[in-house]
């Protein structure tokens, strides 16, 4: 039996636990299961008011089950939407969850595009106290993320001219924004040094609006979805991509100072109160940068394709990277 069809089967069980709306209003509609995303990392099937989500091959089980554990915890209540207790059985060797069903940010409606709301749900994610929680948890893939996407764009590049300027902006990384040395904040300072590691925060690892819903549907608070890539580090790496953004011209000044604001009066700890954010978030905001227009290159050419206006802009940002001067690259926090 195909992922999609099995995921039918196991968001209808959960649309039907104990507790849920009686009778189902799927049922009550006749209405046949949805596909939501069909995908090698991730495939999600609705049924009524569940769906069901088939997670990449390859996960590592206990990491799996450490971030549900965390996401069904009472400290992440009002901050990650909590998976249904339905122990479905892995499909093709992938593990299934069942969440309830949240509605998502309306893409044809920019202008009301929840950055705030994001911002606030990701500075409350930071200050968990990540002792207090179930684990242990796995670190946060930042780094190994970037890697693998200029590895997708290599396998199939070639001498794409635009691949040589995202292999020089890669270049520019530090060796530990590159997933090659450890990260600074992993390295643990001599008794003689004054300055202590910063504290490692919960971080969500892959923060888009397309991870945000509303639960419960279609008018319920803000919550965030997705806790593949949950994991321990340096919160910055959660604001990296909408800083990679607005750094190449995608995300409005102004947006962009309401994300980061409503971060800051929210007591996020990934940049400082008062004073200038980016020398905590220039390297992960580069490193978004080359990771985005390695993944969009790759995909253009997989498409048989030119590159579009977006992936375009992330391409120039890669040369404007490999143009900055070293005296304008900031040092990694200590």
């Known amino acids: 039996m195909s992922v999609v069809n099995e995921l039918a089967r196991t968001a209808r069980s959960a649309a039907h636990l104990p507790g849920a709306r009686r009778p189902c209003p799927a049922c009550r509609r006749d209405e046949d299961e949805s596909v939501l995303a069909d995908r090698d990392d991730g495939a999600v099937v609705r049924h009524g008011e569940a769906v069901a989500k088939a997670h990449?091959?390859?996960?590592?089980?206990?990491?799996?089950?450490a971030r549900?554990?965390?996401?069904?915890?009472?400290?992440?209540?009002?901050?990650?939407l909590p998976p249904l207790p339905l122990d479905a059985p892995d499909v093709?060797?992938?593990?299934?969850?069942?969440?309830p069903y949240g509605a998502p940010?309306?893409?044809?409606?920019?202008?009301?595009?929840?950055?705030e709301e994001a911002a606030v749900l990701l500075a409350r994610l930071h200050r968990?106290?990540?002792?207090?929680?179930?684990?242990?948890?796995?670190?946060?893939?930042?780094?190994?993320?970037?890697?693998?996407?200029?590895?997708?764009?290599?396998s199939v590049a070639g001498e794409h001219p635009a691949a040589a300027v995202v292999r020089r902006a890669w270049d520019r990384l530090p060796a530990w924004a590159r997933d090659v040395t450890a990260s600074p904040r992993d390295v643990t300072p001599s008794p003689r040094e004054d300055t202590a590691t910063p504290r490692d925060a919960l971080c969500h690892g892959d923060l888009h609006l397309g991870q945000l819903?509303?639960?419960?549907?279609?008018?319920?608070?803000?919550?965030?979805?997705?806790?593949?890539?949950?994991?321990?580090?340096?919160?910055?790496?959660?604001?990296?991509?909408?800083a990679a953004w607005y750094a190449a011209g995608l995300l409005a000044p102004q947006i962009w100072q309401r994300f980061l604001g409503a971060y800051i009066a929210e007591q996020g700890p990934a940049v400082p109160v008062d004073g200038d954010p980016w020398p905590q978030l220039d390297v992960p905001a580069r490193a978004l940068t080359v990771q985005t227009a390695a993944l969009s290159l790759a995909r253009?050419?997989?498409?048989?394709?030119?590159?579009?206006?977006?992936?375009?802009?992330?391409?120039?940002?890669?040369?404007?990277?490999?143009?900055?001067?070293?005296?304008?690259?900031?040092?990694?926090?200590s």
């Open 105 to 115: 940010v309306d893409p044809e409606d920019p202008d009301a595009a929840p950055w």
């Open 300 to 333: 253009a050419i997989a498409e048989k394709r030119e590159t579009d206006e977006v992936d375009q802009m992330m391409i120039d940002a890669c040369a404007r990277i490999v143009d900055l001067p070293p005296e304008l690259e900031f040092e990694p926090p």
């Open 213 to 242: 819903v509303r639960h419960p549907a279609p008018s319920g608070p803000w919550l965030l979805i997705d806790v593949d890539d949950l994991g321990v580090g340096d919160p910055a790496w959660d604001l990296a991509r909408p």
């Open 92 to 99: 093709h060797g992938r593990p299934v969850t069942a969440w």
């Open 68 to 80: 549900l554990a965390v996401a069904s915890d009472p400290l992440l209540a009002g901050i990650l």
């Open 128 to 154: 968990v106290d990540v002792a207090a929680l179930p684990g242990p948890l796995p670190p946060m893939r930042g780094p190994a993320k970037v890697a693998r996407a200029l590895a997708r764009m290599e």
């Open 56 to 65: 990449a091959p390859g996960t590592d089980p206990n990491g799996h089950r």
